[in-house]
């Protein structure tokens, strides 16, 4: 293990974290290259490289991974600059992403326009074809219904077509077919199958994920395959890793066979570097919070396993693949505190973002932002703001909040700031009960992992609120997403239909699939370059009773083919998971079994543990001085003692009131709360 | 720098007279107590959306939940289905007398009585009072549409039903739990009484864990805040939507503004019922007056108290600004009346199971129509009647047990109307549930009953046309997998379509019918009415989009075109209705032709219509669509 390197790329900047074979991190930015990505990419790994006095070869040569996330399809998707895309329907069904589910937000907005529809009507072709909930053909594949969409197809120039029939995931055939009839009259547009990217029930959802997945495949291809080619001509020698939604990562190769999973893959590495903090401190139940600029994300990992969702939705499209459930709200540092109609005050949100940014910076921003709040209030240090990079001005925050909410709401400025402070704080803990309370987990057994620069001013006070005991702060909080997509899995997922019950069982069909997917599995793994018994596989099925609607996802025993005894295994696991979500389970009630899954995953060689060499025994030595700060409790500034976080030695606490500085973040530690750093530099914050 | 800020001074000079600073509340405290109701209401939803048996909740999330002090008066809601959340307070207040001074800790209320302020009998209420430290503080309330209320027919909106005893098995007042003890032989009462027992019982579980959760979070909510600082801030918190919906309502122009429109059919026969209303503005109140409507029907097409109260207030919470929290602090605005025994207030023993469909959907209507008048740009084209939504039922043979199998199938629903600034949207039905139904996927709806789902689509020109064009209708074709089903038609608005607004034209109104594949044959059949449909046979609807908004000649000419090259208007309406003029094979705007055919028109044409159809039976969908030989039932009967 010599190097490892993890790149994301954001709005602003592309973040680089680089680890050593002594754990040592180095973070480097770069601005972000939009037009061209790679050029960020490109410049980044030189600077690297020269850091190290070594030529770009000799250091690309010495990575042993390479990871990187992207936003190149999200954006895609969000502006609207992807291919003319085409979609193939079964005949009867083309308005099915017109009609959506029929729901309509803000109910009693009359004036709010309705969505317009991602492809347009007149690429939505129909076919002639239709299979049954049994898998059964109605009606045969009508090809001359194909060959005259194919006239519509080179007519309308097209450059990418989703294929999605109705009941494709009971039978392919047709979907099969087609892509076969279009390989052959159109060999240069590339074909998505909804049976290959999302085989599983609810057309609505299949069908968005296939559109979605054919939109960003021509870009998303072009791209990797461009970016690998360039560290594998400089001299890297493995297999670029690409970050996917599900948490994992992936190979180049692969990724683009299921190209929805580059989708908002972004904030999915936050639980992965969560619980690479929490776990070496024997921790698996975490709540990973991420507070940046303009958003806060939450996240969950329960038992070790980072919550996923199907619900995702990208620009108001299902993506019905499992995804890292990521809740975000517009809740940041630079989100803007405002006075409603009838005069309570709000946050967010809006946000100042980084242009004209928060009111202190000074570039024409008027309105007062949590930051400025958070300066008004002591917690932030005006003359170390980003370590110092970034000059502020302090009396633009006081007067942006006197003027816009001390003034008309008639409050002293400390207690309007205070009142911003209260508010941010409480949405970002109603958007962490929301998370945590549908997913039937109680938040107070849960630990918070705090990243982002700018949530650990508030990380405290949101423990306290949640009855938490324990906030992680870990030791790279600043460059969070970077640093998770070094220590993430590769990970691939499976999935097939058969319908079973538990009464009546049909264990022969049901190892048929479990074994058809774990061979698929294995064999894909083995062709990315790994060995079969570096594979992790592991099996769930969707499970409800026979008359509910709504599935939950159970884990299903692993290994051997399932024998006799672990139907009634699974039916336990599904009442008892019941239960704990919605309070009540029916025992006697049989068990519907409909989608099975398998997970294969191939562990990452972690980077070596940072080990702290601080040798201090007096916490004194962290000490850089004292200044006013305010709190809570006394509902005013008290003289509060600040510390040095990069020389707080290892075993001794800080206790509260007091604020511990980092060149990339700021924790305050509220009265009678303490703080400690670990033997692997993180630090722990007791509630 | 500030004091040459306009925009400051602006605002400043606003909030000088703060409601908030003048109720001398916190306004930071007032924030986090409100998001905090908000998020408690969202939680009873989730709990009832994903642990309920039935599609009609799991899937079409036909019911709302709601939050309420002792009194009781709302003080917040889940902006779920209208015409439930608007009306709650009518049945709970019944609750609330025919239990006063024996509410208990742990006691669960439950009624479905349409002469108790229900909405009607489909709709199932449960409610718990939640106490703190002895005080009976709040309410936590749900409202559940059921699969089944135990009619003489397979139906919980029994058209036909000719009275109380027959529409559902009524349940007033009633205990189902008592100091937190189960009243099990109360529960086994209603369960015998109802079909799909099994589903009821765990939709019933449902609508209990919902108000169990919300119970719980507002005692976390009291132990943080205290009971009487909680209880000044909701009285804050009712003020605040109470003088934002006030300055609202004062906005638009007092006076007395009529609406008028037509009922289908009663379910017996009886055809273009009218309902009218007279709505008075005064400063800041509104009443509504359905006095000259129809006299009651004979079937259960009736309305009631509930439903009238919600329908007056719809449109009116729709017409102030959104973000107002909606609460008592709105509802207070809105006062309605009508004579006892009219079709929309039926008197005892009448059967009302249609009430929350129709005429519940006529009633919005005219005060739409009523509110128009007074301020257009607040209002909105017709929504149409909630048609094509049948109550479909039968025997599941697929599995190796046969099951009795049902379902209220929404995916046909009609569209929304047009409003000055919007186009409708598709599938809103109706304004009592304004897009808060939700379809169920066609595989989920084939996997779950035994039917084929061969179309569905839009339709095109559907929906009314104007400068904001109506949501669109949909045709939709079902026909039976291998055994016979049972459809009951449970709607109104095709003879009767959603009206056009300011110049913009009414939707299609639509309708359904019976078709034999094999020998094309097919029976027309009105808005409600009962039709088995065979094997070999389908059921199809075809749903009215909503009304048209403002002059269509003045709809821009390029995003006609789209809707011709998409097949959502036809290239004869482009140039009939909309005045524009496109290559038919590209579909390229030809910009010279259009200028000079709206022009044209404009010279030539009458003087655009405020409201139509202003007549009865306008809708001519089935005159247009019947063949020789085929004929049109009305309202027949199981």
């Given at each position: 293990?010599?190097?490892?390197?993890?790149?994301?790329?954001?709005?602003?900047?592309?973040?680089?974290?680089?680890?050593?074979?002594?754990?040592?991190?180095?973070?480097?930015?770069?601005?972000?290259?939009?037009?061209?990505?790679?050029?960020?990419?490109?410049?980044?790994?030189?600077?690297?490289?020269?850091?190290?006095?070594?030529?770009?070869?000799?250091?690309?040569?010495?990575?042993?991974?390479?990871?990187?996330?992207?936003?190149?399809?999200?954006?895609?998707?969000?502006?609207?600059?992807?291919?003319?895309?085409?979609?193939?329907?079964?005949?009867?069904?083309?308005?099915?992403?017109?009609?959506?589910?029929?729901?309509?937000?803000?109910?009693?907005?009359?004036?709010?326009?309705?969505?317009?529809?991602?492809?347009?009507?007149?690429?939505?072709?129909?076919?002639?074809?239709?299979?049954?909930?049994?898998?059964?053909?109605?009606?045969?594949?009508?090809?001359?219904?194909?060959?005259?969409?194919?006239?519509?197809?080179?007519?309308?120039?097209?450059?990418?077509?989703?294929?999605?029939?109705?009941?494709?995931?009971?039978?392919?055939?047709?979907?099969?077919?087609?892509?076969?009839?279009?390989?052959?009259?159109?060999?240069?547009?590339?074909?998505?199958?909804?049976?290959?990217?999302?085989?599983?029930?609810?057309?609505?959802?299949?069908?968005?994920?296939?559109?979605?997945?054919?939109?960003?495949?021509?870009?998303?291809?072009?791209?990797?395959?461009?970016?690998?080619?360039?560290?594998?001509?400089?001299?890297?020698?493995?297999?670029?890793?690409?970050?996917?939604?599900?948490g994992g990562?992936?190979?180049?190769?692969?990724?683009?066979?299921?190209?929805?999973?580059?989708?908002?893959?972004?904030?999915a590495a936050a639980p992965m570097a969560g619980l690479y903090c929490s776990k070496r401190i024997d921790i698996d139940n975490v709540i990973t919070?991420?507070?940046?600029?303009?958003?806060?994300?939450?996240s969950m990992v329960t038992n070790g396993m980072p919550s996923?969702?199907?619900?995702?939705?990208?620009?108001?499209?299902?993506?019905?693949?499992?995804?890292v459930?990521?809740?975000?709200?517009?809740?940041?540092?630079?989100?803007?505190?405002?006075?409603?109609?009838?005069?309570?005050?709000?946050?967010?949100?809006?946000?100042?973002?980084?242009?004209?940014?928060?009111?202190?910076?000074?570039?024409?921003?008027?309105?007062?932002?949590?930051?400025?709040?958070?300066?008004?209030?002591?917690?932030?240090?005006?003359?170390?703001?980003?370590?110092?990079?970034?000059?502020?001005?302090?009396?633009?925050?006081?007067?942006?909040?006197?003027?816009?909410?001390?003034?008309?709401?008639?409050?002293?400025?400390?207690?309007?700031?205070?009142?911003?402070?209260?508010?941010?704080?409480?949405?970002?803990?109603?958007?962490?009960?929301?998370?945590?309370?549908?997913?039937?987990?109680?938040?107070?057994?849960y630990s918070l992992v705090?990243g982002?620069?700018?949530?650990?001013?508030?990380?405290?006070?949101?423990?306290?609120?949640?009855?938490?005991?324990?906030?992680i702060?870990p030791?790279?909080?600043?460059?969070f997403c970077?640093f998770g997509m070094i220590v993430s899995d590769?990970?691939?997922?499976?999935?097939?239909?058969?319908?079973?019950?538990?009464?009546?069982?049909?264990?022969?069909?049901?190892?048929?699939?479990?074994?058809?997917?774990?061979?698929?599995?294995?064999?894909?793994?083995?062709?990315?370059?790994?060995?079969?018994?570096?594979?992790?596989?592991?099996?769930?099925?969707?499970?409800?009773?026979?008359?509910?609607?709504?599935?939950?996802?159970?884990?299903?025993?692993?290994?051997?083919?399932?024998?006799?005894?672990?139907?009634?295994?699974?039916?336990?696991?599904?009442?008892?998971?019941?239960?704990?979500?919605?309070?009540?389970?029916?025992?006697?009630?049989?068990?519907?079994?409909?989608?099975?899954?398998?997970?294969?995953h191939?562990r990452v060689?972690e980077?070596?543990?940072?080990?702290?060499?601080?040798?201090?025994?007096?916490?004194?030595?962290?000490?850089?001085?004292?200044?006013?700060?305010?709190?809570?409790?006394?509902?005013?500034?008290?003289?509060?003692?600040?510390?040095?976080?990069?020389?707080?030695?290892?075993?001794?606490?800080?206790?509260?009131?007091?604020?511990?500085?980092?060149?990339?973040?700021?924790?305050?530690?509220?009265?009678?709360?303490?703080?400690?750093?670990?033997?692997?530099?993180d630090?722990?914050?007791?509630? | 720098?500030?004091?040459?800020?306009?925009?400051?001074?602006?605002?400043?000079?606003?909030?000088?007279?703060?409601?908030?600073?003048?109720?001398?509340?916190?306004?930071?405290?007032?924030?986090?107590?409100?998001?905090?109701?908000?998020?408690?209401?969202?939680?009873?939803?989730?709990?009832?959306?994903?642990?309920?048996?039935?599609?009609?909740?799991?899937?079409?999330?036909?019911?709302?939940?709601?939050?309420?002090?002792?009194?009781?008066?709302?003080?917040?809601?889940?902006?779920?289905?209208?015409?439930?959340?608007?009306?709650?307070?009518?049945?709970?207040?019944?609750?609330?007398?025919?239990?006063?001074?024996?509410?208990?800790?742990?006691?669960?209320?439950?009624?479905?009585?349409?002469?108790?302020?229900?909405?009607?009998?489909?709709?199932?209420?449960?409610?718990?009072?939640?106490?703190?430290?002895?005080?009976?503080?709040?309410?936590?309330?749900?409202?559940?549409?059921?699969?089944?209320?135990?009619?003489?027919?397979?139906?919980?909106?029994?058209?036909?039903?000719?009275?109380?005893?027959?529409?559902?098995?009524?349940?007033?007042?009633?205990?189902?739990?008592?100091?937190?003890?189960?009243?099990?032989?109360?529960?086994?009462?209603?369960?015998?009484?109802?079909?799909?027992?099994?589903?009821?019982?765990?939709?019933?579980?449902?609508?209990?864990?919902?108000?169990?959760?919300?119970?719980?979070?507002?005692?976390?909510?009291?132990?943080?805040?205290?009971?009487?600082?909680?209880?000044?801030?909701?009285?804050?918190?009712?003020?605040?939507?109470?003088?934002?919906?006030?300055?609202?309502?004062?906005?638009?122009?007092?006076?007395?503004?009529?609406?008028?429109?037509?009922?289908?059919?009663?379910?017996?026969?009886?055809?273009?019922?009218?309902?009218?209303?007279?709505?008075?503005?005064?400063?800041?109140?509104?009443?509504?007056?359905?006095?000259?409507?129809?006299?009651?029907?004979?079937?259960?097409?009736?309305?009631?108290?509930?439903?009238?109260?919600?329908?007056?207030?719809?449109?009116?919470?729709?017409?102030?600004?959104?973000?107002?929290?909606?609460?008592?602090?709105?509802?207070?605005?809105?006062?309605?009346?009508?004579?006892?025994?009219?079709?929309?207030?039926?008197?005892?023993?009448?059967?009302?199971?249609?009430?929350?469909?129709?005429?519940?959907?006529?009633?919005?209507?005219?005060?739409?129509?009523?509110?128009?008048?007074?301020?257009?740009?607040?209002?909105?084209?017709?929504?149409?009647?909630?048609?094509?939504?049948?109550?479909?039922?039968?025997?599941?043979?697929?599995?190796?047990?046969?099951?009795?199998?049902?379902?209220?199938?929404?995916?046909?629903?009609?569209?929304?109307?047009?409003?000055?600034?919007?186009?409708?949207?598709?599938?809103?039905?109706?304004?009592?549930?304004?897009?808060?139904?939700?379809?169920?996927?066609?595989?989920?709806?084939?996997?779950?009953?035994?039917?084929?789902?061969?179309?569905?689509?839009?339709?095109?020109?559907?929906?009314?046309?104007?400068?904001?064009?109506?949501?669109?209708?949909?045709?939709?074709?079902?026909?039976?997998?291998?055994?016979?089903?049972?459809?009951?038609?449970?709607?109104?608005?095709?003879?009767?379509?959603?009206?056009?607004?300011?110049?913009?034209?009414?939707?299609?109104?639509?309708?359904?019918?019976?078709?034999?594949?094999?020998?094309?044959?097919?029976?027309?059949?009105?808005?409600?009415?009962?039709?088995?449909?065979?094997?070999?046979?389908?059921?199809?609807?075809?749903?009215?989009?909503?009304?048209?908004?403002?002059?269509?000649?003045?709809?821009?000419?390029?995003?006609?075109?789209?809707?011709?090259?998409?097949?959502?208007?036809?290239?004869?309406?482009?140039?009939?209705?909309?005045?524009?003029?496109?290559?038919?094979?590209?579909?390229?705007?030809?910009?010279?032709?259009?200028?000079?055919?709206?022009?044209?028109?404009?010279?030539?044409?009458?003087?655009?219509?405020?409201?139509?159809?202003?007549?009865?039976?306008?809708?001519?969908?089935?005159?247009?669509?019947?063949?020789?030989?085929?004929?049109?039932?009305?309202?027949?009967?199981?």
């Amino acid at each position: 293990m010599q190097y490892t390197l993890g790149v994301d790329i954001g709005g602003t900047f592309t973040d680089f974290s680089l680890i050593n074979a002594d754990g040592e991190i180095t973070l480097w930015k770069e601005a972000s290259t939009p037009k061209d990505p790679t050029q960020a990419i490109k410049k980044g790994v030189q600077a690297l490289a020269d850091l190290g006095d070594e030529p770009l070869s000799e250091f690309l040569s010495k990575l042993d991974l390479f990871v990187h996330g992207q936003t190149i399809a999200t954006n895609t998707v969000i502006q609207r600059n992807g291919p003319k895309t085409a979609l193939l329907c079964t005949d009867g069904f083309r308005d099915i992403i017109h009609f959506r589910d029929g729901f309509k937000p803000e109910r009693y907005n009359i004036q709010l326009q309705p969505p317009e529809d991602f492809i347009p009507r007149y690429l939505r072709l129909p076919v002639k074809e239709r299979v049954n909930y049994a898998g059964e053909i109605q009606i045969q594949l009508d090809e001359d219904s194909v060959v005259k969409t194919i006239e519509t197809l080179k007519r309308e120039n097209v450059e990418s077509i989703a294929v999605s029939f109705l009941w494709s995931i009971m039978n392919s055939q047709h979907e099969q077919r087609v892509k076969e009839i279009l390989a052959e009259k159109l060999p240069d547009v590339p074909v998505v199958l909804s049976s290959d990217v999302l085989p599983m029930i609810r057309e609505w959802e299949r069908t968005t994920c296939t559109i979605l997945s054919a939109y960003v495949l021509p870009g998303i291809a072009k791209y990797m395959v461009e970016l690998q080619d360039f560290l594998q001509e400089n001299g890297f020698r493995h297999p670029m890793l690409v970050m996917q939604l599900n948490g994992g990562t992936s190979t180049v190769a692969k990724v683009i066979q299921k190209s929805i999973n580059s989708l908002a893959s972004g904030p999915a590495a936050a639980p992965m570097a969560g619980l690479y903090c929490s776990k070496r401190i024997d921790i698996d139940n975490v709540i990973t919070v991420d507070m940046g600029g303009t958003s806060f994300d939450v996240s969950m990992v329960t038992n070790g396993m980072p919550s996923l969702t199907r619900d995702l939705k990208v620009h108001g499209m299902p993506v019905g693949v499992a995804a890292v459930d990521v809740h975000s709200i517009g809740a940041g540092g630079g989100s803007i505190a405002w006075i409603d109609k009838g005069g309570a005050l709000m946050v967010g949100p809006q946000s100042a973002g980084a242009e004209p940014g928060p009111a202190c910076y000074g570039q024409g921003g008027k309105q007062p932002t949590c930051t400025d709040a958070n300066i008004v209030l002591g917690y932030i240090n005006p003359d170390f703001f980003l370590g110092g990079r970034r000059k502020i001005d302090p009396e633009l925050s006081k007067s942006a909040i006197e003027n816009y909410i001390a003034k008309p709401l008639g409050m002293s400025v400390p207690e309007a700031a205070y009142g911003i402070f209260r508010i941010i704080n409480n949405n970002m803990v109603d958007a962490i009960r929301v998370v945590s309370v549908e997913r039937g987990i109680d938040p107070r057994h849960y630990s918070l992992v705090s990243g982002g620069g700018a949530g650990n001013i508030h990380a405290g006070m949101l423990g306290r609120t949640l009855d938490m005991t324990k906030v992680i702060i870990p030791r790279y909080s600043g460059v969070f997403c970077s640093f998770g997509m070094i220590v993430s899995d590769v990970r691939h997922d499976y999935m097939q239909a058969l319908a079973t019950n538990t009464d009546r069982f049909d264990l022969e069909a049901v190892n048929g699939v479990l074994k058809d997917l774990e061979d698929k599995a294995i064999q894909e793994m083995v062709e990315e370059g790994y060995p079969e018994g570096e594979v992790v596989l592991e099996r769930f099925a969707d499970a409800k009773y026979p008359a509910q609607i709504h599935e939950l996802t159970i884990a299903v025993p692993n290994g051997a083919p399932l024998r006799d005894t672990d139907i009634q295994k699974m039916s336990e696991a599904f009442h008892d998971l019941h239960e704990r979500m919605f309070t009540y389970s029916v025992r006697e009630s049989s068990v519907d079994l409909f989608h099975w899954r398998v997970v294969a995953h191939r562990r990452v060689k972690e980077p070596n543990p940072f080990v702290s060499k601080e040798k201090s025994t007096d916490i004194n030595d962290a000490l850089k001085g004292e200044r006013s700060v305010f709190f809570g409790d006394i509902n005013d500034y008290r003289e509060t003692p600040i510390y040095d976080g990069d020389r707080i030695p290892k075993g001794l606490a800080v206790k509260g009131p007091a604020v511990v500085e980092q060149a990339t973040t700021t924790i305050v530690i509220f009265p009678g709360q303490s703080l400690e750093s670990n033997e692997f530099g993180d630090f722990v914050l007791n509630l | 720098m500030s004091a040459t800020n306009p925009i400051v001074d602006e605002r400043a000079n606003k909030t000088k007279t703060s409601f908030l600073s003048e109720l001398d509340i916190d306004p930071i405290t007032f924030s986090v107590i409100l998001n905090r109701f908000s998020t408690i209401a969202r939680e009873m939803t989730l709990t009832l959306e994903y642990t309920s048996w039935t599609s009609i909740l799991a899937l079409a999330r036909d019911f709302s939940c709601a939050i309420y002090d002792a009194e009781p008066r709302q003080v917040c809601m889940e902006d779920a289905l209208p015409v439930h959340t608007n009306s709650l307070h009518v049945i709970l207040k019944s609750m609330v007398k025919a239990f006063d001074g024996k509410v208990y800790d742990g006691d669960v209320i439950v009624s479905n009585d349409p002469y108790s302020g229900n909405t009607h009998v489909g709709d199932f209420v449960t409610a718990t009072p939640v106490f703190y430290e002895g005080k009976h503080m709040f309410w936590a309330v749900t409202k559940g549409h059921q699969l089944d209320c135990g009619a003489y027919e397979a139906t919980s909106v029994a058209p036909s039903a000719k009275d109380v005893w027959q529409e559902a098995l009524q349940l007033p007042p009633i205990k189902f739990y008592e100091k937190g003890e189960p009243r099990d032989d109360v529960i086994n009462m209603y369960l015998a009484n109802v079909r799909y027992r099994e589903l009821l019982y765990g939709d019933l579980k449902a609508q209990l864990g919902s108000i169990w959760n919300g119970k719980r979070r507002m005692i976390e909510l009291v132990d943080e805040y205290g009971p009487e600082e909680t209880m000044r801030y909701v009285e804050a918190i009712l003020d605040y939507a109470d003088r934002r919906t006030s300055e609202e309502i004062r906005a638009i122009p007092d006076g007395k503004y009529f609406g008028e429109g037509w009922i289908d059919s009663d379910g017996s026969g009886n055809t273009d019922l009218k309902v009218c209303v007279s709505l008075s503005i005064k400063d800041d109140q509104i009443h509504a007056d359905f006095a000259g409507s129809a006299p009651q029907g004979s079937g259960g097409t009736n309305g009631t108290q509930g439903v009238m109260e919600a329908s007056a207030g719809i449109p009116i919470l729709c017409a102030i600004d959104p973000e107002i929290p909606h609460n008592d602090g709105c509802l207070r605005h809105i006062t309605c009346e009508a004579p006892e025994g009219s079709i929309v207030k039926a008197k005892y023993p009448a059967a009302t199971a249609m009430a929350t469909l129709c005429p519940a959907g006529q009633e919005q209507e005219v005060v739409w129509k009523a509110l128009a008048q007074a301020a257009p740009e607040r209002s909105s084209a017709g929504y149409g009647g909630f048609h094509c939504i049948p109550s479909i039922s039968g025997v599941d043979k697929r599995g190796e047990e046969e099951k009795e199998w049902a379902a209220m199938f929404f995916n046909g629903g009609s569209g929304g109307g047009a409003s000055k600034n919007a186009d409708g949207w598709p599938l809103i039905m109706t304004s009592s549930g304004m897009g808060g139904l939700k379809i169920i996927s066609a595989e989920m709806s084939e996997l779950l009953y035994p039917i084929m789902i061969d179309h569905h689509e839009i339709e095109t020109d559907s929906m009314g046309h104007g400068k904001t064009m109506g949501g669109a209708g949909i045709r939709i074709k079902v026909r039976p997998y291998d055994t016979p089903m049972a459809c009951h038609n449970t709607g109104d608005g095709c003879s009767n379509p959603p009206f056009g607004l300011l110049g913009g034209t009414p939707g299609i109104g639509g309708g359904n019918f019976r078709e034999n594949l094999e020998t094309g044959q097919r029976d027309f059949c009105s808005a409600k009415g009962y039709m088995e449909i065979k094997p070999g046979e389908a059921w199809v609807g075809v749903s009215s989009g909503g009304g048209g908004f403002g002059d269509p000649l003045e709809r821009e000419a390029a995003s006609v075109c789209d809707h011709v090259r998409d097949g959502i208007i036809s290239m004869e309406t482009a140039k009939d209705v909309y005045g524009v003029i496109m290559n038919s094979d590209t579909y390229e705007l030809d910009d010279q032709a259009t200028r000079e055919l709206r022009e044209n028109k404009r010279d030539s044409r009458e003087p655009l219509k405020d409201i139509q159809p202003t007549r009865p039976n306008a809708g001519t969908w089935a005159q247009e669509n019947m063949k020789e030989g085929e004929q049109f039932l009305l309202d027949p009967l199981p």
